[in-house]
C-alpha cells in the first residue's frame, strides 16, 4: 500500500544552520506531496504542495521538490530560524486514495 | 476567517463516560474528516464524511460514531471512552474527495486534546 517515510527526530540545529528533512514515498499512481507544519500547542497547517513531477513547493523560505525518479520530497530551508522549531509531517494524497497518508512526523528544535 | 473550528480543546474524561467532540467549517467544503494524533504515529484518519449525508470508516473507526449534521458540521463521538482513546484529535475539511481532486488542500482545526484516565 501507499506508505510515506520521514527521518527520524528530533534534527537539533542553530540557528542560520541549512536544514534539509527527508521524505520518500511508496504509491501506486501519481500521488500529491504535502508538507504540514505543527507548532507547539496548534493545529496542522499546510506548509507547501506540489502535485506533479518536478514541481516545486514553497513557502517561508522552504522548498522541497517532487523527484519521481527517487519518489522523494525532501524539505529543505537555507537559514532556519528559532521560530521554525516545530513538528513536519510528509503526506502524500492520490487519485485513487481520498486519503492523506501521513508520515510519523519529525520533530525540528533550532537552538539560538 | 475562522476555518476549520472544534471544541472542546481540552477535556479530560473517565473511563466509560461518553463525550461529543464538534467541528464546524464555514469554507463551504463538502468533505470533512475526523484524524487521531498519537507520537511518534502520523496522522489516522478515524471517520470521514465526503458529503453531507454520508459517512464512512476510515482507518482506526472502533470506539467511534460520527454524525454529520449538516454541510457545516460534522461531530465525533466517543461512546464509552477507554485510556486508549488518550490523543489529540483534529477535525479537517476539504473541498471534494474525488479522484479528479487529488491535489485538494485540507484544512485543519486546532486540535482538541482528551486524556481519559
Known amino acids: 500500500g501507499d506508505s510515506v517515510t520521514q527521518m527520524e527526530g528530533p534534527v537539533t540545529l542553530s540557528e542560520e544552520a541549512f536544514l534539509t528533512i527527508n521524505c520518500t514515498y511508496t504509491?501506486?499512481?501519481?500521488?500529491?506531496l504535502f508538507w504540514y507544519v505543527q507548532y507547539p500547542g496548534e493545529g496542522l497547517q499546510l506548509l507547501l504542495k506540489?502535485?506533479?513531477a518536478d514541481d516545486k513547493g514553497s513557502n517561508k523560505g522552504f522548498e522541497a521538490t517532487y523527484r519521481k525518479e527517487t519518489t522523494s520530497f525532501h524539505l529543505e530551508k537555507g537559514s532556519v530560524q528559532v521560530s521554525d522549531s516545530a513538528v513536519y509531517f510528509c503526506a502524500l494524497r492520490t487519485g485513487s486514495n481520498y486519503q492523506l497518508i501521513w508520515g510519523a512526523g519529525t520533530k525540528l528544535i533550532i537552538k539560538p | 476567517n475562522a476555518g476549520v473550528t472544534q471544541t472542546p480543546k481540552f477535556q479530560v474524561l473517565k473511563t466509560g463516560q461518553s463525550m461529543t467532540l464538534q467541528c464546524a467549517q464555514d469554507m463551504n467544503h463538502n468533505s470533512m474528516y475526523w484524524y487521531r494524533q498519537d507520537p511518534g504515529m502520523g496522522l489516522r484518519l478515524i471517520y470521514y464524511?465526503?458529503?453531507?449525508?454520508?459517512?464512512d470508516k476510515g482507518e482506526v473507526p472502533n470506539g467511534y460514531n460520527v454524525s454529520r449534521l449538516n454541510k457545516r458540521e460534522f461531530s465525533l463521538r466517543l461512546e464509552s471512552a477507554a485510556p486508549s482513546q488518550t490523543s489529540v484529535y483534529f477535525c479537517a475539511s476539504s473541498e471534494g474527495i474525488s479522484a479528479l481532486h487529488s491535489g485538494n488542500t485540507i484544512y485543519f482545526g486546532e486540535g482538541s486534546w482528551l486524556t481519559v484516565v
Open positions: 464524511s465526503a458529503s453531507e449525508g454520508t459517512t
Open positions: 504509491a501506486t499512481g501519481y500521488p500529491s
Open positions: 506540489a502535485t506533479k
